[in-house]
Nanobody
Framework: QVQLVESGGGLVQAGGSLRLSCAASGRTVSSYGMHWFRQAPGKEREFVAAITWSGGMTMYADSVKGRFTISRDNDKNTVYLQMNSLKPEDTAVYYC???????????????WGKGTLVTVSS
């Protein structure tokens, strides 16, 4: 089992920044690829970014490339999402997830956190 707990969401003005954290625990957490997805009201959950625990390989959705950065601290078993130049369309609940390999598809994830709300005001 892997447990994921997100934090760091909140209200920010357009153009501002936030850093989300995902604390992971569980015996085999290091064997999973770590992801961030988001879901806006009335929309499907969509891929944001992903990173491997060991190799540091990363993936980003085109909509956030150049603005968001995913990183990890293996000693703390924590994954971060640094979000800069935020836009109102970034407003969503952001979920941390773990999957056996990096994937842009939510259906391929094995574990999910409960999410943290990010609201970007215009």
């Amino acid at each position: 089992q892997v447990q994921l707990v997100e934090s760091g969401g909140g209200l920010v003005q357009a153009g501002g920044s936030l850093r989300l954290s995902c604390a992971a625990s569980g015996r085999t957490v290091s064997s999973y690829g770590m992801h961030w997805f988001r879901q806006a009201p009335g929309k499907e959950r969509e891929f944001v970014a992903a990173i491997t625990w060991s190799g540091g390989m990363t993936m980003y959705a085109d909509s956030v490339k150049g603005r968001f950065t995913i990183s990890r601290d293996n000693d703390k078993n924590t994954v971060y999402l640094q979000m800069n130049s935020l836009k109102p369309e970034d407003t969503a609940v952001y979920y941390c997830s773990a999957g056996p390999r990096l994937s842009i598809f939510a259906r391929n994830m094995s574990y999910w956190g409960k999410g943290t709300l990010v609201t970007v005001s215009s």
